[in-house]
């Protein structure tokens, strides 16, 4: 069993070229999650990587609306982020025990922030026109801890109805449609 840490490792080594690539004229582009333009979508991912930072040092989360982060080197800072996570979730004991408001398994947290930075890169890659090859073992740990987290993330309205995807469809698409994403989804033509 892979550490969260490396996992976490080789899931914002497949982000961050999806950040980077983002093209400023299209940050008013949709995404995926309808709720989301790419600026926005952008925002929220800096926050839920903060969030899960903090959260892997046993440290309170700051929920409410995420600040603008599409701001100065964003996308630089996007990456030193992305590390200071891993760093956070490598630290000794960050999968022991709970964590968190809601007293999850620290490992269930962990793998929250997994899906977050896979799931979304996803998004921000279809939206912005970018190519998104998530990490194979990334994949493998996701497809039975989203099937696990499904029902309550569907109750907390964090995950849609799952979308109806072929058999054959790949470990990835699946796990896109567990939280309620068409694997298929394109942009809008202008």
Same mark, same amino acid.
């Given at each position: 069993?892979?550490?969260?840490?490396e996992?976490?490792?080789?899931?914002?080594?497949?982000?961050?070229?999806?950040?980077?690539?983002i093209?400023?004229?299209?940050?008013?582009?949709?995404?995926?999650?309808?709720?989301?333009?790419?600026r926005?979508?952008?925002?929220h991912?800096?926050?839920?990587?903060?969030?899960?930072?903090?959260?892997? &040092?046993?440290?309170?989360? %700051?929920? !409410?609306? #995420?600040?603008? /982060?599409?701001?100065?080197d964003? =996308? @630089?800072?996007?990456?030193?982020?992305t590390?200071?996570?891993?760093?956070?979730?490598?630290?000794?004991?960050?999968?022991?025990?709970?964590?968190?408001?809601?007293?999850?398994?620290?490992?269930?947290?962990?793998?929250?922030?997994?899906?977050?930075?896979?799931?979304?890169?996803?998004?921000?890659a279809?939206?912005?026109?970018?190519?998104?090859?998530?990490? &194979?073992?990334?994949?493998? %740990?996701? !497809?039975? #801890?989203?099937? /696990?987290?499904?029902?309550?993330? =569907? @109750?907390?309205?964090?995950?849609?109805?799952?979308?109806?995807?072929p058999?054959?469809?790949?470990?990835?698409?699946?796990?896109?449609?567990?939280?309620?994403?068409d694997?298929?989804?394109?942009?809008?033509?202008?």
């Amino acid at each position: 069993m892979k550490k969260i840490s490396e996992l976490l490792d080789a899931a914002a080594g497949s982000a961050l070229p999806v950040v980077r690539g983002i093209d400023d004229s299209r940050l008013d582009d949709p995404t995926p999650c309808a709720e989301y333009a790419v600026r926005a979508l952008v925002s929220h991912l800096a926050q839920v990587v903060a969030n899960f930072t903090a959260l892997a &040092a046993r440290r309170d989360a %700051e929920h !409410g609306e #995420a600040p603008d /982060a599409v701001t100065g080197d964003w =996308r @630089e800072r996007f990456g030193e982020e992305t590390a200071a996570l891993v760093e956070a979730w490598a630290a000794p004991g960050a999968e022991e025990g709970t964590t968190g408001a809601m007293g999850f398994p620290a490992r269930t947290v962990g793998h929250m922030v997994l899906g977050d930075l896979t799931v979304h890169a996803w998004d921000l890659a279809r939206a912005t026109g970018q190519e998104f090859v998530p990490d &194979a073992d990334v994949v493998d %740990e996701l !497809g039975p #801890a989203m099937e /696990a987290m499904a029902p309550k993330a =569907r @109750e907390a309205k964090v995950f849609g109805e799952p979308f109806p995807v072929p058999d054959g469809a790949s470990p990835f698409a699946r796990v896109l449609a567990l939280t309620g994403r068409d694997p298929g989804w394109q942009p809008p033509r202008a």
